[in-house]
């Protein structure tokens, strides 16, 4: 009776994975604040994606950590970096099978660990980040990314993108904007997944956790720029956001279960004080039934098992 009676239901396809590879190691290296999750080398890479299209999954978001930072994030656009490397090779692997997707972001590549070029002052230079923007666009999409995951919140990223794809012939290739991307706590995990370099903190563009309307219209802004789809990260604390985007918007709305939401199911889990899978179960179905169309979640491929 609940199971027929029930308004929300999960399906793999509605589920991507987030996955990281790293530059320089000969062995996946395990994420000590996110169990579960490990950085990985090309070739572990490969395997856990196929892992991941066996599983039924949608998708898979790949994160890449470079050997070498410098301030522009030379690394991001360059054809032989790790993360166009490893988007290639997990193209050939799994490309036919699932969506291959690639964070658009200059956090990973710089070593002072921000989204965009620094000005004089050490704060950010929106314009000249928009051009680092357009070339990493291209790079991704010749490396045969189908969706650009676009996460750095710079003002009229979308745009400049869509415009640097089109120029280059990459048509078909579409923009998930993080439209919502709030200034959270919950990122800690990540930024050990990446090895972030980072000084000082993103409130200067990242959105203020008290701002709810905000929310909505940074969504709007970026769908009339041109997003195929738009994003509301982290999840569990803005379900109201994910909800009002949802509600409003023209265009597939997705949400991100983030690391600090997953480390801390894991973490209480592990002490015996909650039931593991049926927190997973609770928080993702919690995020679906605000309003997300897809969910990208570490628990992903575990998730499409127990729905298996």
Known sequence: MRRIAAETRLHPAELTLPMFVREGITEPQAITSMPGVQQHTIDSLRRAAAAAAEAGIGGVML??????????????????????????????????????????????FTDHGHCGVLDARGGIDNDATLE??????????????????????MDG?????????????HVDTAILAYSAKYASAFYGPFRDAVDSQLQGDRRGYQQDPANRREGL???QLDIAEGADIVMVKPAMSYLDVL????????VPVWAYQVSGEAAMI??????????RRRAIEESVTSIKRAGADAVLSYFA????????
């Open 63 to 108: 994160f890449g950590v470079p050997a070498e930072r410098d301030a522009r994030g030379t690394a991001a656009d360059d054809p032989g970096g790790v993360l166009n490397l490893a988007t290639r090779a997990v193209v050939e692997e799994v490309g036919d099978e699932l969506v291959v997707q690639t964070d658009l972001c200059l956090d990973e």
């Open 132 to 153: 680092r923007y357009r070339s990493m666009a291209v790079a991704q999409a010749e490396a045969g990314s189908a969706l650009l995951g676009l996460s750095g919140m």
């Open 157 to 169: 990223q979308v745009a400049a993108v869509r415009e640097a794809l089109d120029a280059a012939g």
């Open 217 to 219: 219209r940074e969504a």
């Open 243 to 250: 909800a009002d985007v949802a509600h409003s918007s023209p």
């Open 266 to 275: 894991e973490a209480a889990a592990a002490n015996g004080w909650i039931d």
């Open 301 to 308: 491929v575990e998730i499409a098992g127990w729905l298996r």
